[in-house]
């Protein structure tokens, strides 16, 4: 790691710089072909030291070059950004209280095609506010001294920035846990899904009935979203949204596929389906909807689905390929007894999108 000059922070010190070198991007599963001649600039804006020097360190392992702040205006922070016209891309990584300085750079005409942002941290934030911001790909929340799960989570997103898919199912379990995945096609199936999983919970890992009917509705709207909402026609034109408790069979190309796994420590569910039309706005609509109570039955659905299956887990990430598929993981932290409502600093959510993680700068 080497120390560089750059822009000065705050009380007179230097930024951190620390130089990685980029990793080539998977020859498949990635959506965009990285090299290693690309080069990835980061910033990190955290008051507190040794925490951003932390941040700094998990974004060299993934090629980044990195700079660190404890606290600076946009102005600067845009200079120092400025002054390395070679990088193709920049990750823009601050601390919740920094948040607001973090939108202002991301809402800066030059910065929206190949800059991207993430918010970790303790403190309550307005996350639906947040997801409504261009650029803006996840907001991490820190659970526990003992766990490496802001760590984990950051390094995943910040990979994925660079060219790699976003983490599977097993990166969230210890090595060897085991894994199942299963295809859907009807309400039974789903119906079946379901129960599976609140026995595995209320049986097997000693989880309270109320935990384990909480997971299990996650599960149940997981895979209604993907059986009811996501398929369409060759038009386009949604095929069983108009109603989301009719009977239905799905073709065997368009199944869901459900995959779950335990480490005894967390619970990992998952849905994919081909379709890939979940869009970032339907997100924002639910978090509102929920916040303020609202229920819009209209559609097929409460509008609150996606929602509830944030506040329910302890991280929820969505992998948008659009046209192509739609993949939402949940982790539930089996070692905490949470509410399975209300919104808590702690709980992370991944959301990028396909689009707006393929920006680069112009050469």
């Given amino acids: 790691m080497a120390i560089g000059h750059g822009h000065p922070a705050s009380g007179g010190a230097g930024p951190v710089i620390a130089s990685g070198v980029a990793p080539s991007a998977a020859s498949s599963g990635g959506h965009v072909a990285g090299t290693t001649r690309e080069r990835s600039g980061a910033i990190v804006l955290d008051k507190n030291r040794a925490s ?3 941040m700094a360190r998990i974004l060299v392992s993934a090629g980044y070059t990195v700079k660190t702040f404890e606290d600076e205006p946009p102005q600067a922070l845009w ?20 948040a607001p300085t973090l939108c202002s750079l991301l809402a800066r005409p030059e910065a929206r095609r190949y800059c ?5 941290g303790g403190e309550e934030l307005d996350v639906s506010t947040l997801c409504e911001q261009p650029g803006l790909v996840a907001v991490l929340g820190q659970r526990g001294a003992q766990t490496r799960d802001l760590e984990t ?11 790699q898919p976003l983490p599977p199912l097993q990166a969230y379990l210890m090595w060897g846990a085991s894994a199942y995945s299963t295809s859907i096609n009807n309400v039974a199936g789903r119906d079946a899904a379901e129960a599976r999983i609140v026995k595995l919970c209320s049986e097997q890992l000693n989880i309270s009935s109320r935990i384990a009917n909480s997971v299990g509705e996650v599960v149940h709207e997981l895979l209604t ?16 949204a108009h109603d989301r408790t009719a009977p239905i069979q799905l073709a ?24 890939g039309r979940l869009r ?3 997100l924002v609509r639910s978090l509102r909807r929920a916040a303020t109570g ?17 506040r329910t887990a302890q991280a929820m990430q969505v992998d948008i390929e659009p046209g192509t598929r739609t993949r939402v993981t949940a982790v539930f932290d089996l070692e905490t007894a949470r509410a399975a409502e209300g919104s808590r600093p702690g709980r992370s959510l991944i959301f990028p999108d396909l689009t707006m993680a393929a920006g680069r700068r112009d050469p």
């Fill in 116 to 120: 991207r942002g993430l918010v970790y």
């Fill in 294 to 310: 609202q229920v819009n039955r209209a559609q097929g659905g409460a509008g609150i689905g996606l929602s509830m299956v944030y």
């Fill in 225 to 240: 979203n993907a059986m009811y909402d996501a398929p369409v026609d060759s038009q386009g034109r949604a095929i069983y």
């Fill in 79 to 98: 200079a120092a950004i400025a002054a390395e016209p070679d990088f193709s891309s920049w990750l823009l990584l601050g601390e919740s209280s920094a």
């Fill in 280 to 282: 970032r706005l339907d």
């Fill in 153 to 163: 989570e950051l390094l995943g997103v910040a990979n994925y920035l660079r060219g």
């Fill in 52 to 54: 951003g020097k932390r």
């Fill in 252 to 275: 065997t190309e368009d199944r869901v596929i459900f995959r779950y796994g335990t480490d005894g420590l967390r619970l990992v569910v998952e849905t994919a389906d081909r379709f």
